[in-house]
Nanobody
């Protein structure tokens, strides 16, 4: 079981930026896929972005493509989500998730991830 801890959320004005961090307890994340999901009030949790750590292939939801960037720091066992040009509709609790058994066809499915963080709130004001 991998322990994941998110940080970096907060309140920002529309057009601003935030960087979320997901720190893992695992000795190594080799072979893992680490993703970000979000859940807005009254809505279902949705896929945001994910990164295959071995290949560094990244995948994004259409709603964030070109604005968000997922990256990693192997030494710190941390995955980041850089969020630029934020919009009020990006307001949500953001969750980090990880798995070492995700197949490509399931990358955007939350059921494919078996390790989850506690979430961090992102609020974008208009």
């Amino acid at each position: 079981q991998v322990q994941l801890v998110e940080s970096g959320g907060g309140l920002v004005q529309a057009g601003g930026s935030l960087r979320l961090s997901c720190a893992a307890s695992e000795r190594t994340l080799h072979g893992y896929t680490v993703g970000w999901f979000r859940q807005a009030p009254g809505k279902e949790r949705e896929f945001v972005a994910t990164l295959r750590l071995n290949s560094q292939y990244a995948y994004y939801a259409d709603s964030v493509k070109g604005r968000f960037t997922i990256s990693r720091d192997n030494a710190k066992k941390t995955v980041y989500l850089q969020m630029d040009s934020l919009k009020p509709e990006d307001t949500a609790v953001y969750y980090c998730a990880a798995s070492n058994t995700v197949i490509t066809s399931s990358l955007r499915s939350q059921s494919a991830y078996n390790n989850w963080g506690q979430g961090t709130q992102v609020t974008v004001s208009s």
